[in-house]
């Protein structure tokens, strides 16, 4: 249901620019780093367990559907990030990685060479690892396949700017609605597995991000009336 809901909002956006006049494209290269991980208010109120500022990063592409200053970003990326705890009383460090693929979805407003982005993103979930008490294990049945997040983000063109190529710098938030951890996984106490960490009850996981971003963007053409009357077409930049 989720997917059906996602693939809606983007037809929606595709069709929308699609009814425009002049619909211009751009492809891109990007790639973030920052602080990562995934609350807990269970982890976050336990008197065993601390929080430790984790990493993440993730690296691909993007396709740009411009109308004027406004348009649809989608972003696909391999993402790759984690979370550390600290145990009272111990030197292990609980720790929880996770890989996989990001599919974004955003209104994105450009505008005095800066721009503003929003919009929902699925993370297709590839593989999930812990290590809790000194050796590495598989975990991914105990964690949901779909996650999904709202996003939001900020920045400015710091090369470029005549549509054809630019490099821009910003910053990105996300957020997940969606619970981390799968029924397998609660049923294992995940992620701190049977740790006492639940006595007040169940707490969902939300998988967070807030870094940097670069990108590298190439305008490639429009669809447009190369003369009055005529039919529009495709022209390059």
């Known amino acids: 249901m989720k997917q059906i809901l996602f693939l809606a909002i983007l037809f929606s956006g ?19 780093y920052g602080a990562a991980g995934l609350y807990n208010k269970a ?10 500022i984790s990493t993440g990063y993730s690296y691909g592409g993007k396709l740009g559907i411009n109308f004027g200053y406004s348009g649809l970003a989608i972003d696909i990326m391999k993402s790759t ?9 111990s030197t292990t460090v609980p720790t929880v990685n996770w890989s996989a693929l990001d599919i974004y979805a955003l209104f994105r407003n450009s505008k005095n060479l800066g721009y503003f982005e929003i919009g929902p993103k699925i993370s297709l979930i590839n593989k999930v690892e812990d290590n809790i008490e000194g050796s590495v294990v ?7 396949k779909n996650n999904i997040a ?13 549509g054809r190529f630019s490099g821009i710098l910003g910053l990105r938030f996300e957020y997940a609605f969606t619970d981390f951890v799968s029924a397998e996984g609660k049923t294992a106490q995940a992620p701190l597995r049977s740790q006492p960490v639940y006595a007040g009850g169940y707490k969902p996981s939300n998988v967070a991000f807030a870094g ?5 963007n190439w ?19």
């Open 212 to 216: 940097v971003v670069f990108e590298l």
């Open 43 to 52: 982890i976050a109120d336990s008197d065993a367990f601390d929080y430790n």
């Open 150 to 162: 709202g996003v939001m983000g900020f920045g400015a063109n710091i090369m470029g700017n005549d």
């Open 81 to 89: 990030a984690k979370q550390e705890f600290e145990k009272t009383g």
């Open 14 to 32: 595709l069709q929308l620019f699609g009814q425009k006049q002049i619909v211009w494209f751009d492809v891109g290269l990007k790639a973030q």
């Open 138 to 144: 598989d975990r991914t049945t105990s964690y949901n």
């Open 219 to 237: 305008g490639i053409g429009y669809f447009g009336k190369a003369q009055c009357g005529a039919r529009s077409k495709f022209i390059m930049f």
